[in-house]
Structure formats: C-alpha cells, structure tokens
C-alpha cells in the first residue's frame, strides 16, 4: 500500500467507522455465537501472496463483526462506559501514524510534554490540590498509565519500596524479606479484584475492612483492623480507597479514612476509575473531597470522558517516589537533559518501557468538546440513570438496592435470588440489551449502567419496557 492507496484507504475506513457507529443501534448488542467460532472461518496459516483490501474489509463483516459485543451500542448497559468519540479516534489515527516509543524525552520531546500538560490541565478540571500538579516547579504531576488496575499496582510497589527503604534505614540490619512477610495493605470489601491482585503481584498481604450499610470503609472499621495488625507484629502500609466501587457506586469515606493514613504514615491510593470522570462537574465534586490526604489518586478518562482505551490518569504528590521505585538508567537509555529538573522520564513511573503518545487523545477531545461539553457528557447520563430509577420505583415488583449517584442503577426483583438469576438468564438471551449482575452482601443484584455516548431517554424507555415484560413473563411461570 503507498501513500496514495492510503488516502483512498483511509477515506473508506473514516466511512465505514462512521457508517458503523451511526447503525450501531440496528446491530444485536451481544453476539450470537459459541466459543471457538472463529477459527474455522479463518485460514490455519497466513497468507504467502498479498490479500486485497477488499476481501479484508469484507472479512470484517462477515467473520469479526458477528462476534463482536458492541459496548457503544445505545443498548449496552453492562460494566462501566467504555469512552469514544470521533475526535478522540482521529487522534489515534495521528498517534500510530507518529508512532513514537516515548520511554523518555529524548524518545520525542512532544510526546513527555503534552502527557504532563494534559494531566495538569485535567487535574485542574478535576481541581485537585495544587500539590498533585507538574506545573513549572511542583514535585508532583501526572502521568497516563494503561488501566487502574495497572495505576493501583505502581502505586503498591512504589508504596513497598518507599517503606522497606525507611525501615532499612532505621535499622540496617532489616533485610527486605524480613520486612515484606510483615507488610500488610487494606482496602474494602467492595474494591476492585484487582487490588487483591496487586497485592498478590506485590507479594504482600491485603485485607478486606468491612463496609458500612452504605457499602463504605470507615475509619473505626480500619481502625480497627490497623490496632490487630499491629499487635500482630504486622507492618500496615497502604490502603486504597474506592470513588465509585464497581458493584454499586459506592463511595469510601476519604474525609475519616485520609487522616488514619496520614497520623499511621501509611500510603493512601485512590481508585475513582469510573466516578472520577463526573469530578469534573461543580455539583459532584464534593465526592472527591478528601483527596488532599492521599499520595496518589487514579481514574480512567477511557471509561466515561470520551477519550477512547487506554488512557488511565494517576497522579502523584511526589513523583520521587514512583521514580526511586522503578529507575532504571542503561547508557543507552540516557540523554543530555535528564537532569534538568525541567522534564521527566515517563518510563520511570510505570511497568512498561514502550508508551504511545496517548495524550494527543486527552488534546483533542478537551479541544473539541471543551470542559462544558463534557460536563453536559456527564449530566445526561447521570439523568438517565435517575430517569431510570424512578422507573423501577414506580413498579412495586422491583426494588432499588442502592442510593443512584451517578450512572449507575442497581435493582432487582423483590424475592429469591434464583428468580432475579433467572430474569438477567432472559434479559441477555433475548439480547436486545445487555447487562451484568453483582452481589450486595447476599443478593444477586442486576446492574444498569448508562453507558453510550449515544444514549437515549428512549432507549432507556424501551430498556425498562423490556425487562418488565420479561419479569411478568417469568413470575407467570409456574415455579416448584
């Protein structure tokens, strides 16, 4: 393919994107197949000759699209939203047409520097604390990490290393095994598996604190824990605090919680990976209060501020403390201005070596929609979500499980939790919509999130038409 293919090409690309998000609503949200249903539709080797164009496209109608879930679809309100729009996909197209592999500054210079300009630029839509922003002398700031389960992992090491370098320190003699099977880390019963994970990565002990009736940690439930530990012999020295659990929205109680962390000299990472998004509106900020009292806060703008996956933002209070955590300096990696003091090294703050130049995503949609138009983003789905609540209110079959604060219902029918497995068994059979379920304490609760950015009072309309249909079809069912 030369250039001038690629422009014919890539016109009929543009079109075919547009043509599928514009027809996505007439597309089965959830696919019709089985596992395994690919690969006898396709060769066992590649190909030794060229394909054309034209057969590969076709192939993507025929063999992928049929298994393809289509989470922007109006009637996708399963997980979390997964964030797209068409200024954040022509940024993409600019950034594998670079196609840099900024490990560092040197690696090319625009790529570091709009990443830390866009991260203050967030974090000031965000208004955290000045003490989490690069600015021109700070020594904190932002970087875009792949996912939050990646944000909570770097911030677990980093949290490791910055402990065990302070015991050394105080008593030589401490090897760092010695100090490892001592460290203990906490979050809530309702966090994220993949904080369990990280700790399992970390090699680490993390402990569930029991959640309040609201779903939240409190300081006397961590408390509590934090004094049994260290009767123990144990060395308690981070906690992540959830904005907006995964189940049910929920919200730890940061303002109770931060001052613990701070008074036991612990490190306190703040996972708002879905709520942080609606940080950015006035009404839905006093959410994040609290934040002051924590090292690091992450949330992912791919889940619901239109900028597309991966691009999942961490701050930092004192990014010495990821670098001293993951530096590593080959000669063949260094470059005249590493010791400026005037940039930084991203590779230093993450897993990985390679990066994208994801920030040109954050650029262009901030530039394209601008902070109202993505305020209104926010206010409309959390309009829904409520518009839907009252919905289920109005039926006396159904009953809410939790307080709606942001786009996310959670409900069930009033009774077993086989006949609410039963009912999310029809909704997602009938794959007109699609949802998933979660447990709260002991009940099999359905999830409805909005999600697209293309959803509709109507479509939430023919949402709540259907399920209800549904469940007085399958309360009519004789059961034994």
Not at 86 to 110: E, H, K, N, T
Not at 134 to 160: C, D, K, Y
Not at 266 to 274: F, P, Q, R, T, V
Request: charged share 20%; proline share 5%.
């Amino acid at each position: 393919m030369d250039s001038a293919e690629f422009r014919r090409r890539g016109k009929e690309m543009v079109d075919f994107v547009a043509d599928y998000l514009e027809g996505i609503e007439g597309r089965q949200v959830y696919p019709d197949v089985e596992p395994g249903y690919l690969r006898p539709l396709i060769p066992t080797t590649a190909p030794e000759e060229p394909d054309t164009f034209e057969d590969i496209i076709s192939d993507v109608e025929k063999i992928i699209m049929p298994g393809v879930t289509h989470w922007h679809s109006p009637f996708f309100f399963a997980y979390f939203p997964s964030g797209n729009s068409y200024p954040a996909l022509l940024a993409d197209i600019l950034c594998g047409a670079i196609g840099c592999v900024g490990f560092s500054w040197a690696a090319s210079p625009a790529c570091t520097e709009l990443e830390t300009v866009m991260m203050d630029w967030l974090g000031k839509m965000l208004k955290l604390p000045e003490a989490f922003l690069a600015g021109q002398v700070g020594e904190g700031g932002g970087v875009i990490q792949g996912s939050a389960s990646e944000a909570t992992l770097v911030a677990l090491l980093a949290a490791r290393t910055k402990v065990i370098r302070r015991l050394q320190a105080a008593s030589p003699g401490l090897t760092q095994g010695a100090i490892m099977e001592k460290l203990v880390a906490y979050s809530s019963d309702q966090a994220h598996c993949s904080v369990e994970r990280a700790g399992l990565i970390g090699g680490v002990k993390l402990k569930a604190i029991p959640s309040d009736g609201k779903f939240a940690m409190r300081a006397s439930a961590l408390q509590e824990a934090l004094e049994r530990d260290k009767a123990e012999g144990l060395i308690p020295f981070f906690v992540v605090a959830t904005l907006g659990t995964t189940s049910c929205c929920s919200f730890d109680n940061l303002l109770e919680v931060g001052p613990i962390c701070n008074k036991e000299d612990m490190w306190l990472h703040i996972d708002a990976a879905y709520a942080g998004s609606s940080f950015i509106c006035p009404e839905f900020r006093h959410l994040l209060n609290g934040v002051e009292f924590a090292d690091s806060f992450n949330f992912n703008p791919h889940k619901w501020l239109l900028v597309n996956f991966d691009c999942s933002a961490m701050w930092v209070k004192k990014r010495t403390d990821l670098i001293g955590a993951f530096k590593l300096d080959p000669l063949y990696l260094k470059h005249n201005h590493q010791d400026s003091g005037l940039i930084t090294d991203y590779r230093h703050w993450q897993l990985p070596l390679g990066r994208r130049f994801r920030s040109l995503k954050m650029w262009f949609v901030f530039r394209m929609y601008g902070v109202k138009g993505l305020q209104a983003h926010i206010r409309k789905h959390v309009r829904l979500a409520h518009e839907f609540e009252r919905l289920v209110q109005q039926d006396p079959r159904f009953e809410i499980c939790t307080e709606v604060t942001l786009g996310l219902v959670c409900f069930r029918l009033k009774g077993s939790n086989r006949l609410n497995e039963e009912l999310l068994e029809r909704i997602n059979g009938a794959k007109k919509i699609h949802l998933v379920p979660c447990h709260l304490r002991d009940k099999f609760v359905l999830r409805f999130a909005i999600c697209a950015r293309t959803v509709e009072s109507a479509h939430v309309q023919l949402a709540w038409e259907h399920i209800t249909q549904l469940a007085t079809s399958l309360l009519a069912t004789p059961r034994d």
